[in-house]
């Protein structure tokens, strides 16, 4: 069909006055393929969109330009508009002649509002639009990891409706919830919390668990995941919508930070939570317990809330002296400055070094040397006990893992790459989302928001019905595809894969729902076998070629 | 069985909560005070230096542009909520909006009606770049039609007939299923503490007015005499984890480091010095950072405890300074005070209307630990800081956190 | 016509450049009128092909507007985008090309001044050249 084009023009109320509005409609309406250019001063409100809409129905052109305010403000106005006529929606483009040409110099600026005009129009010529369409969507989600965050997105996936597998690698639920002492400012205890939430997982038709088992192999894209989930030396396949990494954190104390090794009088805070399981089977109730944070490194929001509430822990059950020592202590957290604060009301003293502590063990005592710049003062304490920090690393496996996701880990190693606009919770790949320790949301309030994205996410994704989306708005040309692989691995949302067309030849494909419609791809492709419809070489060419 | 909801606060939290629920097919109304929604963060600035420093400013714009032109939400300017009867399910929210003389629906921006305006300065007022929606606005101290007397001028020359005066403010009740609170924080008022200038010499400034100069200008400049300062302090935990503010406020010790390192890349002569008691330089993505900052910017572990002017019209601090165990003082020619996050000092007379509790120091309650968006009220939902101290990207997840449980409780209740 | 006669293509990404640059329009920000802005879904979909194409048609200078690293909507665009400058760069050298007609620069969407001051500064480059 030949292109017959319609151009609208507007002159926002009359106020672009340094363009010549009736001597570009003089200069373009000559234009064989520009059906009318119409001048209007209020293209935006309801009269304006009235006035389109007759207009194009009254020539029935098949391109619309339109010359107004900036694409950010109104594009989606105009798409919905020619949507609701029945045209498609990308046969429209927009010359933003406001905030980048009227208001952006001074004196005349017709010439410039020309050009950029000119650019619209050779852009439109070629537009071909895009058709919407639904691509069905697997609605189960992989929940990987059965500790708090595993369980809990599963048991809030469960209630929105969404069945979940979660993929455990122990041999029981629970995580870390089976270890802990117990959570500030919260009467459930994690035994107690641990022993209703899986009882409620057992009670869940929506819940499947598996335990002892591991993801194999991860390959597709979101609405269909396809897994491979090994449970000893069984493996099986499954499809999956979304996938949830709740694979959370492992505490270490590191031998190389210490001068004595752990063990003896040097003690894990997981030990000391054992002590106060049981203080009636202590030989001999310690005098003396110091506490060192900030050791290794300063990323120490979760060794200092737990510093804080055992510090408090143990002038409940065993009433020692207790000492802290700390370079800068992380009160970033929801609750953490009160707990601080009664622990220093309660008599725990703190001390802050500039710096590293020096440690000894002798006659079964642990003596700490540091300066305290509060004091300004060498201080040397002789304890019974050193509670060591225990750092938060990733847990085993992660590198594997993010690998086989082709996925970024941040500079600490833990998921999810440090780029904004990923966060809460997602990844560049879409239809993954990390939630939690793994990610390195140690403490349980950030943990709990992260879940609660994650499920909102998931369930915006997998919406009822499939997802609408663009078909085929960046395509692969099987013809001109030499299956390079280059476009595969730029992908940042690994949304393209090689598929078989015959007995011959594979060639890339590009997965509607996963493809964010960025066109790295497009931009790289040796054999410039794919087309990025609106943003095509030749419709950005077609741009260039108006100046 | 109702699935649409208001979400009250139209700032960061607010219309991520909008999207979400819009997104997921909830029909949405987003009821916003002041005359463009955005909130506190829309005036933040970005804090790249050469590269991204994760202050997450730029999410902003983003989610502001998608939530003007979603057709499930609607936004509701310069309105407040009035009345709340019923219950989840079926809530009856009764909404004010105060007139705002000039329509947002019929305003196109064009700017005549501000030239034509008699006044000096202009009663009309041009919106900020990124406002949405982008409408003029009229300040009612100044505009002479306003204050009794014949002007017309502008409403006469208005191309779409936006404007008119005989406005009265407009009551119109709303059924919905449930609502969220998601109406911020106050930056805390440096003036409280008199000590420390901030009001009386204007080289005396706050993180907010930092990021308000960087968001306009681009670059730092002396209130005083517009020149590019030198020697540059920040003071950490003003209006923080003092005898009224017990709790860390979470943001200003990465807004400050953030600006410090701006203001070094941009000016590498600069001094810069952060005064401060605990820094927190946890969490995600940060680490790193603080490493770098270490390198170029001078931390001193201390608490100035007055600021004066000297002579040479400099501002003189005086510390004291904890690791050297003595009180000092230095020169700066700005010195910027980190405010934190205090609780809105309206949010108590929201409480009184939704029947929500609020908590330590005037943040919304929420009904247990570690369930941070549940209230008292069955129904009403909390996102953002009006719950407690958050950065961006914690607003945001939270803020998808609690429109995950509006779904919830209406996907339950149906 | 316009002043300075030689025009710049500025590749603008539509998260970040291309609002700073209606931005710069907003505040009025005022610069030289021979920009003309193409807006990229992403930085990374411009290819050297666009940037050597753009010279073939007369254009004096390109910019490739993106978001800062670290902070591009899909991650790795605005880098793939500077390798891509940087090889056009070399290629324009090799037919006689100033390298510094061609240039990446990273934006946040507020900095419509910096965006203003590229604009400028690539205008002097030009005009020096003559």
């Given at each position: 069909?030949?292109?017959?084009?319609?151009l609208?023009?507007c002159?926002?109320?009359?106020?672009?006055k340094?363009?010549?509005?009736?001597?570009?409609?003089?200069?373009?309406?000559?234009?064989?393929?520009?059906?009318?250019?119409?001048i209007?001063?209020n293209?935006?409100?309801e009269?304006?969109?009235?006035?389109i809409?007759?207009?194009?129905?009254?020539?029935?052109?098949?391109?619309?330009?339109?010359?107004?305010?900036?694409?950010?403000?109104?594009?989606?106005?105009?798409?919905?508009?020619?949507?609701?006529?029945?045209l498609?929606?990308?046969?429209?483009?927009?010359a933003n002649?406001?905030?980048q040409?009227?208001?952006?110099?001074?004196?005349?600026?017709?010439?410039?509002?020309?050009?950029?005009?000119?650019?619209?129009?050779?852009?439109?010529?070629l537009?071909?639009?895009v058709?919407?369409?639904?691509?069905?969507?697997?609605?189960?989600?992989l929940v990987?990891?059965?500790?708090?965050?595993?369980?809990?997105?599963?048991?809030?996936?469960?209630?929105?409706?969404?069945?979940?597998t979660?993929?455990?690698?122990?041999?029981?639920?629970?995580g870390?919830?089976?270890?802990?002492e117990?959570f500030?400012?919260?009467?459930?205890?994690p035994?107690?919390?641990?022993?209703s939430?899986?009882?409620?997982?057992?009670e869940?038709?929506?819940?499947?668990?598996?335990?002892?088992?591991?993801?194999a192999?991860?390959?597709?894209?979101v609405?269909?995941?396809?897994?491979?989930?090994r449970?000893?030396?069984?493996e099986?396949?499954?499809?999956?919508?979304?996938?949830?990494?709740?694979?959370?954190?492992?505490?270490?104390?590191l031998?190389q930070d210490?001068?004595?090794?752990?063990?003896g009088?040097?003690?894990?805070?997981?030990?000391l939570?054992e002590?106060?399981q049981?203080?009636e089977?202590?030989?001999?109730?310690?005098?003396?317990?110091?506490?060192?944070?900030?050791f290794s490194?300063?990323?120490?929001?979760?060794?200092?809330?737990?510093?804080?509430?055992?510090?408090?822990a143990?002038k409940?059950?065993?009433?020692?002296?207790?000492?802290?020592?700390?370079?800068?202590?992380?009160?970033?957290?929801?609750?953490?400055?009160?707990?601080?604060?009664?622990a220093?009301?309660r008599?725990?003293v703190?001390?802050?070094?500039?710096?590293?502590p020096?440690?000894?063990?002798?006659?079964g005592?642990?003596?700490?040397?540091?300066?305290?710049?509060?004091?300004?003062?060498?201080?040397?304490?002789?304890c019974?006990?050193?509670?060591?920090e225990?750092?938060?690393?990733?847990?085993?496996?992660t590198?594997?893992?993010?690998?086989?996701?082709n996925i970024?880990t941040?500079?600490?190693?833990?998921?999810q790459?440090?780029?904004?606009?990923?966060?809460?919770?997602?990844?560049?790949r879409?239809?993954?989302f990390?939630v939690?320790?793994?990610?390195g949301?140690?403490?349980l309030?950030?943990?709990?928001?992260?879940?609660?994205?994650?499920?909102?996410?998931?369930?915006?994704?997998?919406?009822?019905g499939?997802?609408?989306?663009?078909?085929?708005?960046?395509?692969?040309?099987?013809?001109?595809?030499r299956?390079?692989?280059?476009?595969i691995?730029?992908?940042?949302?690994?949304?393209?894969?090689?598929?078989?067309?015959?007995?011959e030849?594979?060639?890339a494909k590009?997965?509607?729902l996963?493809?964010?419609?960025?066109?790295?791809?497009?931009?790289?492709?040796?054999?410039?076998?794919?087309?990025?419809?609106?943003?095509?070489d030749?419709?950005?060419?077609?741009?260039?070629?108006?100046? | 069985?109702?699935?649409s909801?208001?979400v009250?606060?139209?700032?960061?939290s607010?219309?991520?909560?909008?999207?979400?629920?819009?997104?997921?097919?909830?029909?949405?109304?987003?009821?916003?005070?002041?005359?463009?929604?955005?909130g506190?963060a829309?005036?933040?600035?970005c804090?790249?230096?050469?590269?991204?420093?994760?202050?997450?400013?730029?999410?902003?714009?983003?989610?502001l542009?998608?939530?003007?032109?979603?057709?499930?939400?609607?936004?509701?300017?310069?309105?407040?909520?009035?009345?709340?009867?019923?219950?989840?399910?079926?809530?009856?929210?009764?909404?004010l909006?105060?007139?705002?003389?000039?329509?947002?629906?019929?305003?196109?921006?064009?700017g005549?009606?501000?030239?034509?305006c008699?006044?000096?300065?202009?009663?009309?007022?041009?919106p900020?770049?990124?406002?949405?929606?982008?409408?003029?606005?009229?300040?009612?101290?100044?505009?002479?039609r306003l204050?009794?007397?014949k002007?017309?001028?502008?409403?006469g020359?208005?191309?779409?007939?936006?404007?008119?005066?005989?406005l009265k403010p407009?009551?119109?009740?709303l059924?919905?299923?449930?609502?969220?609170?998601?109406?911020?924080?106050?930056?805390?008022n440096?003036?409280e503490?008199?000590?420390?200038g901030?009001?009386?010499?204007?080289?005396?400034?706050?993180?907010?007015?930092?990021?308000?100069?960087?968001?306009?200008?681009?670059y730092?400049?002396?209130?005083?005499?517009?020149?590019?300062?030198?020697?540059?302090?920040?003071v950490?935990c003003?209006?923080?984890?003092?005898?009224?503010?017990?709790?860390c406020s979470?943001?200003?010790?990465?807004?400050?480091m953030?600006?410090?390192?701006?203001?070094?890349?941009?000016?590498?002569?600069?001094?810069?010095t952060?005064?401060?008691i605990d820094?927190?330089?946890?969490?995600?993505?940060?680490?790193?950072?603080?490493?770098?900052?270490?390198?170029?910017?001078?931390?001193?572990?201390?608490?100035p405890?007055?600021?004066l002017?000297?002579?040479s019209?400099e501002?003189?601090?005086?510390?004291?300074?904890?690791?050297?165990?003595?009180?000092?003082?230095e020169?700066?020619?700005?010195v910027?005070?980190?405010v934190?996050?205090?609780?809105?000092?309206?949010?108590?007379?929201?409480?009184?209307?939704?029947?929500?509790n609020?908590?330590?120091?005037?943040?919304?309650d929420?009904?247990?630990?570690?369930?941070?968006?549940?209230?008292?009220?069955?129904?009403?939902?909390?996102?953002?800081?009006?719950?407690?101290?958050k950065?961006?990207?914690?607003?945001?997840?939270?803020?998808i956190?609690?429109?995950?449980?509006?779904?919830?409780?209406?996907?339950?209740?149906? | 016509?316009?002043?300075?006669?030689?025009?710049?293509?500025?590749?603008?990404?539509?998260?970040?450049?291309?609002?700073?640059?209606?931005?710069?329009g907003?505040?009025?920000i005022?610069?030289?009128?021979?920009?003309?802005?193409?807006?990229?879904?992403?930085?990374?979909?411009?290819?050297?092909?666009?940037?050597?194409?753009?010279?073939?048609?007369?254009?004096?200078g390109v910019?490739v507007?993106?978001?800062?690293?670290?902070a591009?909507?899909?991650l790795?665009?605005?880098?793939?985008?500077?390798?891509?400058?940087?090889?056009?760069?070399?290629?324009?050298k090799?037919?006689g090309?100033?390298?510094?007609?061609?240039k990446?620069?990273?934006?946040?969407?507020?900095?419509?001044?910096k965006?203003?001051?590229?604009?400028e500064e690539?205008?002097?480059?030009?005009?020096?050249?003559?």
């Open positions: 069909m030949p292109v017959k084009l319609g609208f023009l002159d926002c109320g009359g106020s672009l340094n363009i010549d509005f009736p001597k570009i409609r003089g200069n373009l309406g000559k234009l064989e393929d520009i059906a009318f250019v119409e209007s001063h293209l935006c409100l009269e304006g969109e009235k006035a809409a007759s207009r194009i129905l009254r020539e029935n052109v098949n391109r619309v330009v339109i010359a107004a305010c900036s694409p950010a403000l109104c594009e989606d106005k105009f798409m919905r508009l020619l949507e609701g006529l029945g498609n929606s990308d046969l429209l483009s927009i002649i406001r905030e040409c009227s208001w952006a110099h001074k004196g005349d600026v017709t010439e410039k509002a020309l050009e950029i005009i000119r650019m619209a129009i050779n852009k439109a010529r537009l071909q639009g058709e919407r369409g639904e691509v069905p969507v697997n609605k189960e989600v990987v990891g059965g500790g708090f965050s595993g369980m809990k997105s599963s048991l809030e996936l469960s209630r929105l409706g969404i069945r979940t979660i993929v455990e690698r122990e041999s029981t639920l629970g870390k919830l089976k270890e802990l117990g500030y400012g919260l009467r459930t205890s035994n107690e919390m641990f022993a939430m899986t009882r409620m997982i057992e869940d038709k929506n819940i499947e668990v598996f335990t002892s088992a591991e993801v192999r991860v390959q597709g894209e609405g269909d995941f396809a897994i491979r989930i449970s000893g030396e069984k099986s396949s499954q499809s999956f919508g979304a996938i949830i990494f709740a694979t959370g954190y492992r505490t270490e104390i031998p210490f001068e004595l090794k752990p063990g009088n040097i003690i894990s805070q997981q030990r939570v002590m106060l049981a203080p089977k202590l030989a001999r109730r310690p005098e003396t317990i110091g506490f060192v944070v900030d490194d300063e990323n120490s929001r979760l060794p200092t809330l737990s510093a804080l509430k055992n510090a408090l143990v409940d059950k065993l009433g020692s002296e207790v000492y802290v020592f700390c370079k800068n202590l992380k009160v970033d957290s929801e609750g953490t400055e009160k707990l601080y604060r009664e220093r009301d008599g725990v703190f001390l802050k070094f500039e710096e590293k020096r440690i000894y063990g002798e006659d005592r642990v003596t700490i040397e540091a300066r305290d710049v509060l004091l300004g003062e060498e201080v040397t304490l002789l019974d006990l050193l509670v060591a225990e750092k938060a690393l990733p847990p085993e496996g590198k594997a893992l993010s690998s086989m996701l970024e941040d500079s600490q190693g833990f998921y790459d440090e780029n904004v606009h990923l966060y809460p919770v997602a990844s560049g879409k239809g993954v990390f939690g320790g793994c990610r949301s140690l403490d309030g950030r943990a709990s928001t992260d879940i609660a994205s994650a499920v909102g996410s998931v369930h915006e994704l997998l919406s009822p499939g997802a609408m989306v663009e078909v085929e708005k960046v395509k692969a040309d099987s013809q001109k595809c299956a390079c692989l280059t476009c691995r730029v992908c940042p949302h690994e949304a393209i894969r090689l598929v078989r067309v015959d007995s030849r594979w060639v590009i997965y509607d996963a493809c964010d419609r960025c066109g790295i791809c497009a931009a790289i492709c040796p054999a410039t076998a794919i087309k990025f419809e609106g943003y095509s030749e419709q950005i060419l077609a741009e260039v070629e108006a100046i | 069985m109702n699935k909801t208001v009250i606060g139209g700032g960061i607010g219309i991520t909560s909008a999207l979400e629920l819009a997104n997921s097919g909830f029909r949405v109304y987003l009821i916003e005070r002041e005359a463009a929604i955005g506190q829309a005036s933040f600035c804090k790249a230096t050469e590269v991204c420093t994760k202050c997450s400013v730029c999410l902003v714009p983003q989610s542009a998608k939530v003007a032109v979603h057709p499930r939400i609607s936004i509701l300017t310069h309105s407040m909520v009035a009345g709340l009867s019923g219950e989840m399910g079926d809530f009856k929210v009764e909404v909006r105060k007139p705002q003389y000039i329509t947002p629906e019929r305003c196109i921006a064009c005549i009606c501000a030239e034509v008699p006044t000096e300065p202009k009663a009309i007022l041009p900020s770049p990124e406002a949405i929606p982008y409408c003029y606005v009229i300040d009612e101290r100044l505009c002479l204050r009794g007397e002007c017309n001028l502008c409403q020359i208005c191309p779409t007939d936006a404007i008119a005066f005989d407009e009551r119109q009740e059924s919905v299923g449930a609502i969220i609170v998601a109406t911020g924080f106050e930056v805390f440096a003036r503490i008199g000590s420390l901030y009001g009386r010499y204007p080289n005396v400034l706050t993180g907010l007015d930092l990021e308000r100069i960087f968001n306009r200008e681009g730092l400049k002396l209130p005083t005499n517009g020149k590019e300062p030198k020697n540059i302090a920040f950490q003003v209006g923080s984890r003092d005898e009224s503010h017990g709790y979470q943001v200003c010790c990465k807004y400050a953030r600006f410090a390192r701006l203001i070094k890349h941009q000016n590498p002569d600069a001094q810069v952060i005064f401060y820094l927190q330089t946890a969490g995600k993505g940060f680490a790193q950072f603080y490493q770098e900052c270490r390198e170029s910017i001078r931390f001193i572990r201390g608490v405890v007055e600021i002017p000297t002579p019209s501002l003189e601090v005086r510390f004291e300074n904890i690791s050297e165990g003595k009180v000092e003082r020169t700066f020619d700005l910027t005070l980190s934190g996050i205090a609780p809105r000092k309206d949010s108590w007379d929201l409480a009184r209307i939704l029947g929500t609020l908590a330590d120091y005037g943040f919304f929420t009904k247990e630990t570690f369930n941070s968006v549940e209230t008292n009220v069955e129904g009403i939902f909390l996102a953002g800081t009006c719950q407690g101290p950065d961006i990207p914690d607003s945001i997840a939270h803020g956190a609690a429109a995950e449980r509006v779904m919830e409780v209406l996907e339950k209740c149906q | 016509m316009t002043r300075e006669n030689k025009k710049i293509i500025a590749f603008c990404c539509a998260e970040s450049a291309y609002r700073a640059a209606d931005r710069a907003r505040l009025r005022r610069y030289p009128d021979n920009v003309r802005v193409i807006r990229i879904p992403c930085a990374g979909r411009v290819s050297v092909l666009h940037i050597l194409k753009a010279f073939e048609k007369g254009a004096a910019l507007m993106g978001c800062q690293e670290g591009c909507r899909h790795t665009g605005n880098i793939r985008a500077k390798e891509r400058v940087k090889y056009a760069k070399d290629l324009l090799e037919v090309i100033n390298g510094q007609r061609v990446m620069v990273n934006f946040g969407p507020d900095m419509a001044q965006f203003a001051r590229e604009i690539m205008v002097e480059k030009i005009k020096e050249e003559k």
